[in-house]
């Protein structure tokens, strides 16, 4: 393959993929739902569930997506420094959910700032996000795709707490929000917490913790701990699938961190709803692809 041809191959492997994610949710989500429906006692919540199964099985049947807010394109992207596609990333990327846009097709979902109007192809000034890490001596890359829904990113917020606020800071910043606003945001929720310095690590560290597998772990004992102790924090809260209740708001707490300077702790929450459409794929240098989130996907 010619360069140009490698750059359409992965444009249209990544328009698919991006398609496919709006449509199908991942394994590790659907296994959740499926285990806290199990949980549930009270018919309400087992009816909502049984209709969020149901939408599930319809949005594949009729090839549309499977909830009508289908986001706010973002990459988080692993690069090496030796990918051959690498200089021209970004520009496919945006190409690749455009032509998703139109052939899943995708709500248009990207207003432009101050002059207020929808540019009908999910993509205008920064959008998609696409957050950079550099990999170096790699020919690999990894790309997190996510659809940042309007009900789902309300939740989120960053803030710089006092040191003596401590880890009970922490928790009370993120408890607030769940108690607030976290009905906006379509539960049983995914909870992502960024624990730094500043607002901005905090913040990205707190939509990084989404990208995780559910059932995964913070690598600190600690750390892995106050995970525990917010998810039965906010379970206790009783929002249950939709907010109408039931014994589980959430799939999962994920917490992810850096070391911070001593005088501040920077907190961020970011959430991710009960169609958390997140994908992981993996590209070698000649295209192969491995995909870990979704099974039984050809692109
Ligand atoms: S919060 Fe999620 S499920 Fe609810 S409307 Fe938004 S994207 Fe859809």
């Known amino acids: 393959m010619t360069h140009e041809e490698q750059v359409r191959r992965m444009t249209e492997m990544m328009a698919k993929f991006v398609g496919h994610t709006g449509k199908k949710l991942p394994d590790d989500v659907i296994a959740k739902l499926e285990e806290l429906r199990g949980k549930e006692d009270s018919p309400m919540a087992k009816v909502i569930y049984d209709t969020m199964f149901r939408n599930q099985e319809l949005a594949v049947k009729l090839n549309r997506p499977s909830c009508q807010d289908t986001g706010v394109l973002q990459f988080w992207v692993k690069c090496g420094t030796r990918f051959p596609l690498i200089d021209d990333l970004e520009a496919l990327l945006r190409e690749a959910v455009i ?107 707190s939509k990084k913790a989404l990208m995780r597998p559910i059932g995964s772990h913070n690598e600190n004992e600690r750390a892995a701990k106050m995970e525990k102790l917010l998810e039965d924090g906010i379970n206790a809260i009783g929002l249950g699938p939709q907010g109408m209740g039931g014994n589980y708001s959430v799939m999962g707490v994920h917490i992810e961190n850096t070391a911070r300077h001593p005088s501040a702790i920077g907190v961020a929450v970011n959430v991710g709803c009960w169609s958390h459409r997140r994908g992981h794929i993996i590209f070698d240098k000649d295209l192969n692809y491995t995909i870990t989130t979704h099974s039984g996907v050809e692109l």
Do not use: Q
Request: net charge negative; glycine share 12%; charged share 15%.
């Open 99 to 205: 032509k998703a846009t139109f052939e899943t097709p995708l709500r248009h979902n990207s207003v432009e700032t101050f002059d207020e109007y929808n540019t009908g192809k999910n993509v205008g000034k920064g959008t998609p996000t696409v957050w950079w890490d550099i990999v170096p001596h790699s020919d690999k890359c990894e790309i997190y795709t996510y659809m940042a829904g309007g009900g789902c990113t309300l939740p989120g917020n960053a803030t710089v707490l006092m040191p003596g606020e401590g880890y009970e800071g922490v928790t009370k910043f993120v408890l607030d929000r769940m108690t607030s606003y976290g009905l906006n945001a379509c539960p049983p929720l995914l909870v992502g917490v960024g624990v730094a310095t500043s607002v901005e690590t905090a913040a990205l560290l």
